[in-house]
């Protein structure tokens, strides 16, 4: 009988996952955590054990070699696998829970490792062989992809008839002291950030050079700040899922003084993803520039403010205009005193746990790959009160 949880990647946001799931080892019953780099693992491990007395398996893996991964699986039997992994990496984990006929959780969609481009479309291709196995998949279960899609399915069900026009805002407003730095993965953030923006209106997507839209929004908590359009994962499953919709956008903060390092490093050559050679070694430029920018996990003590991370929804509830905005604010220094994590991490960290919770007790149950508005979002919504990351609702006129 398949029992426990194995959980891929040994970063920030699995640190987190981790520790939520050492709170609630009587569900999870086993934790297993694998990673190349074993010494993060050890460090994670001995992190839960000092403070829950929670003793965590760990093991040594190569997420991108589908027969490691198939070996350690069965070796495991796990109940579900949560891939906190890179998102180059999704489909080599999703095949190995294919083969090992167990189900799968991530936060994030595939990313081609040698183009600018992430995308849903080959995961979802995988929804057959996930359902002729009587497996399933949750896509997205972090903050944004993740959270946002839960708000979107909430407020469907409960405020609206039809949804016609959705903005998502994500702001964070921390200040860790540094010039430049990343608060996820270096490569992925400024692979984002950097691309042009695309946003999906009257049934077609619309592409925009990179931060050229830009408006400007108070956030409850922090007030108005400077929020650019970009292209985000999400966008592409709740156009496809929340029937009727109009008009999807996604809109992100940043400081000035992140936009002009980012230009900068973009006009140098330093975002590229295609190999040069240096000195006689091929190199990756953004890869390289990671090793030099702050790992993000190190910022955990030093980050000080808040998050806020919502909906804007309008629609038409019984024949009437109707406009709402769901939200949550995080303050990073509660979720170091917490988990030892900014709140980047934690924004993310946690909602996978309570996607992993929600498939392992068969609470969510789906046979094959969905994105995760297209669950009952009643329950997650009650466990991201319970969880450490409480919403709100305001009406707008």
């Known amino acids: ?24 080892i009587n569900i999870f019953e086993k934790i297993t955590l694998a990673s190349r780099t074993i010494k993060k693992c050890q460090d994670i491990k001995k992190t839960i054990f000092d403070k829950y007395q929670v003793d965590i398996n760990i093991e040594q893996i190569d997420a991108n070699d589908i027969n490691q991964l198939v070996v350690l699986i069965n070796k ?58 009587s497996i399933q998949a949750l896509l997205g279960s972090g903050f944004d992809p993740g959270v946002t899609g839960v708000f979107c399915a909430y407020a469907k069900k409960h405020y609206f008839d039809e949804i016609h026009y959705i903005d998502i805002l994500d702001c964070n407003a921390g200040d860790h002291g540094y010039a430049f730095a990343t608060n996820f993965n270096p490569e992925i953030n400024l692979r984002e950030v950097s691309a042009n923006g695309r946003y999906w209106q009257e049934g077609k997507w619309i592409t925009t050079k990179p931060l050229e839209i830009k408006i400007k929004w108070d956030y409850p908590e922090i007030g108005v700040k400077d929020s650019y359009l970009l292209y985000h994962e999400e966008l592409e499953s709740l156009s496809k899922n929340i029937k009727g919709v109009k008009r999807i956008r996604f809109f992100m903060t940043f400081s000035q003084s992140y936009i002009t390092h980012m230009n900068c490093l973009q006009n140098i050559g330093m975002l590229g993803i295609n190999k040069i050679n240096h000195k006689g070694i091929d190199i990756i430029p953004i890869e390289f520039l990671s090793t030099l920018l702050p790992n993000p996990s190190s910022l955990a003590s030093k980050t000080k403010g ?6 804007v929804i309008e629609g038409i509830k019984n024949g009437i205009k109707k406009k709402i905005y769901i939200y949550n604010v995080c303050n990073h220094e509660e979720c170091f005193k917490e988990v030892g994590s900014q709140a980047i991490s934690y924004t993310t960290g946690v909602p996978a746990f309570i996607g992993a919770k929600l498939v392992y007790q068969d609470i969510w149950n789906k046979k094959g790959v969905y994105n995760i508005e297209q669950f009952d979002p009643d329950v997650f919504m009650e466990e991201l009160n319970i969880q450490g990351l409480p919403w709100k609702i305001k009406v707008l006129d």
């Open 1 to 24: 009988m398949k029992k426990g949880i194995l959980i891929i990647g040994a970063g920030g946001v699995s640190s987190v996952a981790v520790h939520k799931c050492a709170i609630s």
């Open 76 to 133: 495991i039997n796990p109940k579900v696998v949560l891939n906190l992994a890179l998102p180059y990496q999704d489909l080599d984990i999703m095949d190995a829970c294919i083969k090992c006929k167990v189900d799968y959780i991530d936060t994030a969609n595939y990313e081609h490792p040698n183009e600018a481009k992430f995308e849903y479309k080959l995961q979802w291709d995988r929804h057959e062989q996930f359902k002729n196995n």
């Open 306 to 311: 808040k998050t806020n991370i919502g909906c």
